[in-house]
Nanobody, 123 residues
Framework: VQLQASGGGLVQPGGSLRLSCAAS????????MGWFRQAPGKEREFVAA????????HYTDYVKGRFTISRDNAKNTVYLQMNSLKPEDTAVYYC?????????????????WGQGTQVTVSS
């Protein structure tokens, strides 16, 4: 499985971005997917995850109500819609494919990772 994240960029506080993660391979719809982020000098942290069908999602408390994870299995793509962005959201965002159909929270439960896309929130 290869994952290609895109959609990052520079946005002002309060703005929005939509990240996309395109996956290769015929089994995309069998696995949970997640988004993580890593700010300079900090460890990689969980942001959001979604199960294989898209029917179950989970978010870190800090992004609840602002970010929405979704997936389109027909397009082998998972999305992260980010609204009301804050400077603290600045980080490299990574998508990842989980080891099974459920959503996962811990990085160790993901076995494939994309290359990351930079999100910078600044005025």
């Amino acid at each position: 499985v290869q994952l290609q994240a895109s959609g990052g960029g520079l946005v002002q506080p309060g703005g929005s971005l939509r990240l996309s993660c395109a996956a290769s391979g015929p089994t995309f719809g069998s696995y949970g997917m997640g988004w993580f982020r890593q700010a300079p000098g900090k460890e990689r942290e969980f942001v959001a995850a979604i199960n294989w069908s898209g029917g179950l999602t989970h978010y870190t408390d800090y992004v609840k109500g602002r970010f929405t994870i979704s997936r389109d299995n027909a397009k082998n793509t998972v999305y992260l819609q980010m609204n009301s962005l804050k400077p603290e959201d600045t980080a490299v965002y990574y998508c990842a494919s989980a080891e099974g159909p459920a959503y996962r929270v811990h990085p160790g439960e993901y076995n494939y990772w994309g290359q990351g896309t930079q999100v910078t929130v600044s005025s």
